[in-house]
């Protein structure tokens, strides 16, 4: 018999922050224990995201998390907020420096949109 264990976090948001006319994105950079042996180091550049607590929509998540990853004073954490020129991002994906899920999807669909002359 195998036994396995299913971990349950719930929906998550997670927010692509794009300055068109800068044509610049902004990323988080947070700390990850789980990336602690990875060879480039345990802080990852992500997108703005956070978990959708019971009685909020999406959208109040991605509002709340914006401010409070990119623009709001956080007194026991270090937020580390960074505005990247667009060629910048390109180069770190190319180079596999961006290197979790999330940012890796939303960077991607920006790519193809700026490609297809969308934004």
Known sequence: MISRELMERGQA???LLYDQQRDAVIMIEQFRIGA????????LLELVAGMIEEGEQPEQVA???????SGCEIKKLELRVRVLPWGEVETMLT????????A????????I?????KL
């Open 63 to 69: 509002r709340r998390e914006s401010m409070e990853e």
């Open 13 to 15: 948001v997670a927010v």
């Open 36 to 43: 602690i042996h990875d060879s480039n180091g345990a802080w």
């Open 104 to 111: 890796l999807i939303g960077l991607q669909w920006l790519q």
């Open 95 to 102: 180079a596999g420096e961006i290197n979790n899920a999330t």
């Open 113 to 117: 949109q700026k490609l297809a002359n």
